[in-house]
């Protein structure tokens, strides 16, 4: 059976990580995503297949919505003192994601047409900037959406919603949709479409701004993604014949390659996006160049994975090893080992993650985390052993131990080496697991602990809390937008907490294995990626009749104490976020859905998991058959 591997690829400005991605693809020369110092602004999605009869690219805008929800994204300020950024400033101009002024093509009219449009709001309200408030009536609000529709022929449609009160962000929304407008506009003449078999020079030049900063000007900031499909370069073909992948994914990213990384909760929150955005990513590649510091922000980025995506497996791709003096200087270039050769030349990349003590520093950290021990040798034992040495560029004599590297890496990933080699006892298995019913109980408590919500801090976060209030009046369960607020996805980092994050007693107790044997780390693994066959949610279903709805959707949803003849209370004296807190406090009612979780649970155990097991066992057995 065909596979497809999928990947997401995380580094810093100038690692080389779309050099890296471009090296895979036929048609490399017109796909310019690489540049000194640049960095990815949208997310670009590269697929590359054996047989790929139409290679192209493909472009997808934000929505309005969309790029309304990303500006706002940090709430802007009234601006008090001299130097205080304006809110234009705020808004328009984020370093490395969006900048209005990108967007003159042609001359300075679009980015002239952005400042004047601010300008006329302010003279509608009749204030300076600095004089003015948080709070705004509908009447104010009516007045400024009539001056900026008087400012387009056609297109924009501005509505302004009932609600109680009207605050700044609600001001800056209306103007927000008609920055997009122009923007949009000025994107206009650009294809949305690229044939690569037939893209001519012109064509190549447009492309290049869908896919960085070119001659100061882009249009990535309005891009929700780009779509690459190729064929893979002859070379890799071999390769992924033998390992039977058919397709290889890679996404390359933004927000996750700056050199001021946020903190682990930040970074938590970003790595959710790409999760929720490709729940099929099962690898992420931390690209390094071989000659740059010491990659100390795997020590915050590999805890934020896991609590993101605990099925997730990071690997280490050191780029540009043709600008190292040690590398440049070998005879033999067709397998460079550089866990071997850092003894001698101490490259600061694998010296970071190897060593006793800063394995023991890495650990350490992936400990205090609540990673499960039985999980972190093992991990650490396929990061180490997988390190690769990779060269981007063309160059004749990197290119076998280029084939070589990626054959390793390729191999780790699809024969799922973390799961390590020990075979699972199904059979004992499947009659234990009936019987754990407390374990089960004690760790689903805490999942339901973990996915609710105290919406108190974000009471000053009117927007977002709007926003989930309305799509669960609609009838849809949450909202996602700065942050991941779907039913969906607070029970999936609920089981990140609790399942995921097991004790060596807790082991014990759900699968009767000793903790930290290969067994254990087998069933860990796939106990992970089990999230998604016991929290199941579909996109379609209609919450007053239940149409559509999964036996666990349906559980969640019927005792939650808010939702009352088929839809969620809506008049009630409580404040936005205390009747969200009220709604998402799934804590308070775990007792009434116990029962049926449990049977939920045990029931896509001993179907998905047993199943798991079984192939995992298969793999084993083929590999020893091959030795």
Request: aromatic residues 12%; contains cysteine.
């Amino acid at each position: 059976m065909k596979k497809s591997v999928s990947i997401l690829l995380v580094g810093k400005s100038g690692a080389g990580k779309s050099e890296f991605i471009n090296s895979f693809a036929a048609h490399r020369d017109q796909i310019q995503a690489s540049g000194e110092g640049q960095t990815t602004r949208t997310i670009v999605e590269y697929h590359f297949s054996i047989n790929e009869p139409s290679p192209k690219v493909t472009v997808e805008y934000l929505s309005e919505d969309e790029f309304v929800e990303k500006q706002l994204a940090k709430e802007p300020e009234v601006p008090k003192e001299k130097y205080d950024e304006s809110i234009c400033e705020q808004i328009l101009v984020t370093e490395g994601f969006f900048n209005y002024k990108e967007f003159d093509f042609v001359d300075d009219a679009n980015s002239k047409k952005i400042e004047t449009l601010w300008t006329g709001i302010l003279h509608t309200l009749n204030k300076e900037e600095t004089a003015l408030t948080n709070d705004y009536s509908k009447e104010q609000l009516s007045a400024v959406a009539d001056y900026l529709k008087s400012q387009f022929a056609e297109g924009l449609t501005l509505k302004i919603a009932d609600k109680k009160v009207y605050k700044l962000n609600d001001l800056v929304e209306l103007y927000l949709k008609a920055v997009y407008k122009v923007c949009k506009t000025a994107a206009g003449s650009f294809p949305k479409e690229f044939d690569l078999n037939t893209i001519t020079p012109e064509l190549t030049e447009q492309l290049k701004y869908f896919l960085k900063i070119h001659d100061q000007k882009s249009v990535t900031g309005l891009l929700k993604k780009v779509v690459i499909k190729d064929r893979v370069l002859s070379q890799f073909e071999p390769m992924l014949n033998l390992l039977q992948v058919q397709t290889v994914k890679f996404i390359d990213t933004y927000g996750l390659d700056h050199s001021e990384q946020p903190d682990t909760n930040g970074l938590t929150d970003r790595y959710q996006t790409l999760f929720n955005e490709y729940p099929e990513l099962d690898s992420v590649f931390f690209i390094r160049a071989l000659n740059t510091d010491s990659p100390s922000d795997l020590s915050t980025a590999i805890p934020a994975i896991y609590d993101a995506n605990p099925s997730a497996v990071p690997y280490l791709v050191c780029t540009k090893i043709d600008e190292n003096q040690a590398i440049q200087i070998l005879a033999n270039k067709t397998e460079i080992d550089l866990l071997a050769l850092n003894s001698q030349y101490h490259f600061k990349p694998v010296s970071h993650i190897t060593g006793s003590k800063n394995e023991k520093d890495l650990k350490r950290i992936l400990y205090k985390a609540k990673i499960p021990e039985t999980l972190i040798d093992s991990r650490y034992d396929v990061l180490v052993k997988n390190i690769i040495s990779y060269c981007s560029k063309n160059v004749a004599e990197y290119q076998e131990n280029n084939a070589y590297q990626i054959k390793k890496l390729f191999t780790s990933i699809v024969n799922k080496e973390h799961l390590g080699t020990a075979n699972i006892d199904t059979e004992k298995l499947r009659h234990h697991i009936p019987t754990a019913e407390a374990q089960i109980t004690e760790l689903m408590k805490e999942m339901f602990v973990k996915a609710s919500k105290d919406w108190d801090p974000l009471k000053k976060s009117t927007r977002t809390l709007w926003k989930n209030k309305e799509y669960l009046e609609y009838g849809l369960l949450g909202y996602n937008g700065t942050y991941y607020d779907r039913w969906y996805n607070r029970f999936l980092t609920g089981y990140a907490q609790s399942f995921s994050k097991m004790s060596e007693n807790q082991v014990q107790k759900l699968f009767n294995v000793t903790p930290g044997s290969n067994e254990a780390i087998a069933l860990l693994e796939i106990l992970n990626k089990f999230a998604y066959s016991f929290i199941k949610f579909t996109t379609d279903y209609k919450l007053n009749t239940g149409e559509n709805m999964t036996d666990f959707m349906k559980e969640v949803v019927s005792k939650n104490p808010m939702f009352v003849d088929g839809e969620f209370m809506r008049d009630t004296n409580l404040q936005v976020n205390e009747w969200l807190t009220q709604v998402y406090n799934f804590e308070g009612y775990f007792d009434s859905v116990q029962m049926n979780m449990h049977i939920l649970f045990v029931d896509a155990f001993l179907d998905s998991f047993i199943k798991e097991c079984k192939m995992h066992n298969a793999r084993v057995a083929a590999r020893s058959a091959h030795i």
